[in-house]
């Protein structure tokens, strides 16, 4: 299981030794929720405090982002170069669009599924995509309960994606923690975000990371 913890919970006053310490901590990816005040009722980091974490970060970019005006925000994010940008695809008109874009900038593609999207929904875009995230929250917060009839989805979302592109990944984000990984591995989920969880653990992050794996 491949774990990206999200910088959302991290301490903003200690930016930069919370992203170092995730990455000595054995995390996989770094996940920046990008949030803009209109997909959701939150406004998070633009490009002046991302370029900071990237600068410091030692894992790869893991950029998910809820915004109107996708296309916009690939441009403000690719010179940070992430190896993920994610983008709803509640909210993309042109996503088959969008996914070729952000391919034809190196970057991988992948797109988000609220939670009450079903996975037919990108039946036809898996061939062209690298990652599918589900959202086991409604986005906008960390530190939410996690929605359980994502293990469903995810069973759902595998079996297309077997059909379609094996080599897709399927991303878990909100409300992971200890007791419901083993039914997200089950699933068939190859990589999950976790916040609160990782941020907020008593035995520190690497104790944190260790248990998510
Ligand atoms: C929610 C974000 C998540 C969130 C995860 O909109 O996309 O990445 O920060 O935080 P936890 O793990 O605390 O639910
Ligand atoms: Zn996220």
Redesign the pocket.
Known sequence: MLIAP?I??ADFGNLSRDVNAICEAGCDLV?V?VMDGHF?PNLTIGPVVVSAVAKVATKPLDI?L?VENNSFFVDLFTPFNPKYISFHIEEEKHPHRLIQKIRGLEISPAVVLNPHTPPEAIEYLIEDLDMVLLMS?N??????KFISSVVEKAKKLKALIEKKNPNCLIQV????NDSNIQELKDAGVDVV?????VFNHPDGYKKAIESIK
């Open positions: 999200s959302l919970s996940h929720d959701v998910h809820m929250v986005p906008g917060f960390g530190g939410q984000d909100g409300g992971v975000v976790a916040g609160s969880f």
